[in-house]
């Protein structure tokens, strides 16, 4: 039963905590950083990001958007440029996670702060975003926000002192449906340079408050500005007051290791500011001519260019060279020389020119993909194909559903990379997390399945989708239940991440993959008694009508590359699942193909579906098959698979 729905308000209301994590902190060695006078408060570039997330359907919040009009005018008043947002959806987090980190690049202190639910799971810590819909464990990860993507943002950034404050609601507001019975958060043990304190101690629950504000947050907001207190004080303060306020009821706790003392709003004495002595770096690369940038900073790079002490990101390129990048740390005074030499690119021959049945593994997902040669073959449906369908079906359904697959003809194209296998549930969810992506069938709410719930036929049913398919799966399994726009979400990530480019396949480069340089309209050749040793389909021990006169164990999906590959290596181009291909759906396609890589581009706005799945019969598990789906459907017989012209 899904936990956040509009009219389910059972829960119990949660009551709130705060965490407040204070990392990457980098501060020179000079007599600024180790005095005791501390740092003052330093004409530095502040930038912070914002958030208050109270109005949830389940267990809403008075505090967080309160808190978070407090928190933007209390940091404005100590210089921050704030970056505010409140009742955002997890894309919107994202987002603005992502705004915030692009403007930390320019920045010397980064500080962080969302008000709102969280929870722990599986050790780990993740911030509620308003509308998410949480029916159990296993979907925390991908529609919360992971507190420690923020850590490794801000972290990238190369900020000299970055602060992450959460205040968040320590009880779990979707208990009922968790198996377990973890409370509060997950302890973090601080880094090198951290300081991580919480409202109270880890796995206990800390008090909401009765006034505007969350108790622990209206001291921190009391204690950042007041001038000659340094951010251990502040800490200290705070969590003194609400211990009085609480009668020890609520025990704020933290963690650290050692850090040189720093104000925000000025240390002991007159208050004078006191600037980090700048130092200065020089690169001499090898060759000479190479072009030199610092990647976190806005201006341009040249010898000895004056910097304030902080770390850095250095690229050095050169065409012919492999690129070199790294992080520098800078002192105060140090006027720092890097040599740099570039190592000449080696490019194997197998990459220059690859050969047919060579693989690559791509880094991000893991997926193999396969070298398909270039060549011609012969598209579309054979005589002897036609004559078995007549037979085995007749006239009419021929004539009906199977003549989109003329004229036969020939095609040429050139060589390409696929995807060894459907891309997997794991693969997909890792795509999620990173993305916050919510699928056609999410935002709809419902998907198309075909299983015993809907009396074995096809029926549009409420609370599907890639995670709930209507049978099950485990990670190896190829991702079910994704339409044609959400395939095409996924591979314009992982060209992003990978820096290659991705396509679906279009539906010549299918048919000759599927084919394997085999004629006959299977690969394994015309006889149906012989497909259960290399598809997943329709077969005889699931009970299908119309099925395959054996046995393939799978009722539904099977995990990817169960059975026997095709001449090119290939696994699953027939049976399991449907898959799109990048083509408009046009039922004469084939009079309108160039004779050269051809791909159907508009016309329609149907796509194109090859290959069969883990239902259909021997008239539809053929490599010439053709069907067609709207883009933003999602039924639980379709995934997909990736392509590519070339890897690097």
Not at 52 to 64: A, D, E, H, I
Not at 294 to 309: A, F, T
């Amino acid at each position: 039963m899904p936990m956040v729905t509009k009219g389910n308000r059972k829960y119990i209301p949660a009551v709130c905590w705060t965490w407040i994590i204070i990392f990457s902190l980098t501060v020179c060695t000079g007599s600024a950083a180790q005095d005791d006078r501390g740092i003052k408060r330093i004409n530095t570039r502040r930038v912070a990001l914002v958030i208050g997330n109270g109005n949830y359907t389940t267990s809403p919040l008075r505090n967080p958007a309160n808190d978070a009009d407090d928190m933007e005018k209390v940091l404005k008043t100590l210089k921050f440029t704030v970056i505010k947002g409140t009742n955002l959806n997890k894309r919107e987090m994202l987002n603005y996670l992502s705004r915030f980190s692009k403007a930390l690049r320019r920045a010397d202190v980064g500080l962080f702060f969302f008000g709102g639910h969280g929870i722990q799971f599986n050790n780990r810590n993740y911030l509620i975003p308003v509308g998410c819909t949480v029916a159990d464990e296993t979907d925390v990860e991908f529609e919360s926000l992971d507190a420690g993507r923020v850590i490794k943002k801000m972290a990238a950034a190369g900020s000299r002192l970055n602060i992450v404050i959460l205040d968040a609601c320590r009880n779990n507001p979707f208990h009922r449906s968790f198996r377990s019975a973890s409370q509060g958060l997950a302890r973090m043990d601080a880094p090198k340079g951290t300081i991580i304190a919480y409202a109270t101690s880890p796995g206990s629950v800390a008090l909401d408050g009765t006034g505007r504000n969350g108790t622990y947050t209206r001291h921190l907001l009391s204690a950042f500005p007041v001038p000659g207190l340094n951010i251990q004080d502040i800490f200290n303060q705070a969590g003194m007051g609400v211990m009085a306020e609480t009668g020890d009821k609520q025990i704020p706790w933290t963690s650290n290791t050692p850090i040189p003392r720093y104000f925000l709003a000025g240390g002991p004495g007159d208050g004078n500011r006191t600037p980090f002595k700048e130092g200065s770096i020089t690169v001499k690369p090898t060759p000479p001519d190479s072009r030199v940038r610092i990647l976190n900073i806005p201006p341009k790079y040249r010898d000895g260019i004056q910097l304030e002490p902080g770390r850095y990101h250095i690229e050095v390129s050169a065409s012919g060279y492999t690129r070199h990048r790294e992080w520098i740390s800078l002192e105060a005074e140090q006027n720092l020389v890097l040599n740099i030499d570039l190592v000449e690119e080696s490019v194997p021959e197998t990459v220059l020119r690859p050969s047919p049945g060579d693989t690559w593994t791509e880094p991000v997902t893991g997926m193999v993909f396969v070298r398909v040669r270039e060549g011609c073959f012969q598209m579309g449906q054979t005589q002897s194909e036609k004559d078995y369908l007549i037979k085995e079906y007749g006239q009419e359904n021929y004539d009906k559903y199977y003549t989109d697959e003329h004229p036969r003809h020939q095609v040429c194209l050139d060589g390409f990379w696929m995807a060894r296998k459907e891309v997997t549930r794991d693969q997909f969810a890792l795509f999620i997390r990173e993305t916050g992506y919510r699928t056609d069938a999410d935002k709809k709410g419902k998907a198309w399945i075909y299983n015993k719930e809907t009396d074995w036929t096809w029926k549009e049913k409420s609370g599907h989708n890639w995670k709930n398919p209507g049978y099950s799966q485990s990670g190896t399994h190829p991702a079910a239940t994704v339409s044609w726009n959400d395939a095409k979400a996924f591979i314009k990530w992982l060209s992003k991440k990978s820096d290659q480019t991705f396509a679906l396949p279009t539906e010549a480069q299918w048919e000759y993959a599927a084919r394997g340089g085999i004629t006959d309209m299977r690969f394994w050749g015309r006889e149906d008694k012989n497909a259960c040793t290399y598809a997943n389909i329709a077969d005889k021990g699931s009970n299908w009508s119309n099925a395959f006169p054996c046995s393939d164990g799978y009722k539904f999906t099977a995990p990817t590359g169960s059975f026997r590959s095709n001449p090119f290596g290939l696994y699953d181009m027939l049976g399991n699942l449907w898959e799109w291909c990048e083509d408009v759906y046009d039922k004469k396609a084939y009079s309108k193909h160039a004779g050269k890589n051809p791909v159907i581009t508009s016309g329609a706005s149907s796509r194109v579906l090859r290959g069969g799945g883990w239902g259909n019969d021997p008239r539809v598990v053929r490599a010439a098959n053709r069907y067609w789906g709207v883009p933003g459907s999602a039924f639980s017989s379709v995934g997909f698979r990736v392509c590519a012209p070339r890897v690097r």
